[in-house]
């Protein structure tokens, strides 16, 4: 498709549960990355991938995050024991090649909240 | 360590008035530095891009101008209308395809 897709829109998670998000970027897009937006302003990079592989995963809490996109797949981010400080909007962006990398093109965003 | 400060946190302009929000960088080796736009419930949409081998770009209303030396890029949106009332993000990122860096966000309202 023309947009980067996300769902769902908004989800909730008690404290502790496992929280997944999905993000189907754009077709021909070989970039996909996930931010995190707290506060409903600062974006915090979380990972990023070339096609299938991890690209640049240095924002990425591994204790608890983790993130895939296989062929054929919506890409997805998965949060186990969710805390209170996951809360936050989440967005995937995705880009069409590495000299367009700065070029992203943003989902409208999963609202995740814990309580 | 935040790499990209932006200013102010928030701005009100009068309709046909003149918005500028600044950014500050600390990273010599960016050389790409994007506006985005984010309206409510909506994910950010890149407004207009710069890289440091000029000074200033202009597309319609919406101009940014670069001052190298200063590590320095603002957002100057002429004749501000309230459709412009968004959040606006700058941000910062290397060709060696590192994430974008984004600034903390101005909020800019227009009235009418």
């Known amino acids: 498709g023309e947009e980067v897709a996300q769902t769902p829109k908004h989800l909730v998670r008690g404290e502790g549960q496992k929280a997944k998000l999905y993000c189907a970027p754009i077709?021909?897009?070989?970039?996909v990355f996930w931010y995190q937006q707290v506060l409903k302003n600062e974006f915090k990079f979380l990972i990023s991938?070339?096609?299938?592989?991890?690209?640049?995963e240095t924002g990425m809490p591994k204790e608890r995050f983790s993130a895939k996109c296989l062929p054929n797949s919506p890409c997805s981010l998965e949060i186990q024991a969710t805390k209170l400080e996951d809360s936050a909007v989440y967005f995937c962006?995705?880009?069409?090649?590495?000299?367009?990398?700065?070029?992203?093109?943003f989902g409208n965003g999963t609202r995740l909240t814990v309580t | 360590q935040q790499q990209v400060k932006q200013s102010p946190q928030s701005l009100i302009v009068q309709k046909g008035g003149i918005s500028i929000i600044n950014c500050a960088y600390e990273?010599?080796?960016?050389?790409?530095f994007p506006w985005y736009q984010q309206f409510p419930g909506k994910g950010p949409a890149l407004l207009i891009a710069?890289?440091?081998?000029?000074s200033e770009k202009k597309e319609g209303r919406f101009t940014i101008s670069f001052n190298k030396s200063a590590k320095q890029f603002s957002l100057h949106i002429m004749d501000s209308q309230p459709g412009d009332s968004a959040t606006y993000f700058c941000?910062?990122?290397?060709?060696?395809?590192?994430?974008?860096?984004f600034g903390k966000g101005t909020t800019l309202s227009v009235s009418s």
């Open positions: 962006a995705s880009s069409q090649s590495y000299s367009s990398i700065q070029t992203l093109h």
């Open positions: 077709k021909g897009h070989s970039y």
């Open positions: 991938f070339q096609n299938e592989n991890v690209f640049d």
């Open positions: 990273n010599t080796a960016f050389d790409y």
């Open positions: 710069i890289r440091p081998d000029v």
């Open positions: 941000a910062a990122s290397n060709q060696a395809g590192t994430a974008l860096i």
